[in-house]
């Protein structure tokens, strides 16, 4: 298992990465039977320490959790806390080994964030990408899609369809309800 861990605006000391690494290592080793890799990532804003946990699970499939405390330890525990539950609840999916073959088949994307600019000439908007992030678009059934949607915390999630090989997408709508898009060419 691979773990890496990461400071933002603050210096982690050797004590907080190993007692971080040692609890990701064990929540891994109770409930998954495969070699997962993992990034930690520990803030702080002023008083209050942040910390998101991934969990990479075979290519492109991730499980996060996250935690804020005024104390970082207390908001690494709550973040492992949270994760757990998502481990726990969604094990018998991940466990899947027939469908966890598939996402091997995975085709490499690219995802970008843009940030809207006001143009200075014309007043019409420019838009300039600020990150790049390489990703996958994994063979799901749409249940994984909307189990994916919920392990990420992402606004939406792009994914080639296992019944019908088409390219899907589903997504969190702004009632609260799960969304979904069969694009059919």
């Known amino acids: 298992m691979s773990v890496k861990i990461f400071g933002k605006n603050l210096e982690l000391g050797e004590s907080l990465q190993e007692y971080s690494e040692s609890k990701i290592r064990k929540l ?10 993992s990034n930690i990532t520990i803030s702080k804003d002023k008083k209050i320490f942040e910390t998101e946990i991934c969990l990479y699970i075979n290519k492109g499939f991730v499980i996060k959790g996250n935690g804020a405390s005024d104390d970082a330890y207390h908001a690494v525990d709550i973040a492992l806390q949270r994760l757990e539950g998502r481990v726990k609840r969604h094990k ?7 469908r966890r073959s598939e996402w091997g088949k995975a085709v490499d994307a690219v995802r970008y964030v843009l940030e809207r600019k006001p143009s200075s000439s014309d007043g019409d908007e420019e838009h300039l ?14 249940s994984e899609a909307v189990m994916k949607l919920d392990l990420t915390e992402m606004p939406v ?7 019908n090989g088409r390219i899907n997408v589903v997504y969190k709508r702004g009632d609260g309800h799960i969304g979904w898009i069969d694009y059919k060419s």
């Open 28 to 37: 891994s080793e109770t409930y998954l039977d495969e070699e997962v890799d």
């Open 92 to 98: 018998n999916r991940i466990k899947d080994k027939a």
């Open 129 to 142: 990408i600020i990150a790049e992030q390489e990703s996958s678009i994994l063979p799901l059934s749409v």
């Open 157 to 163: 999630v792009m994914f080639k369809n296992a019944d």
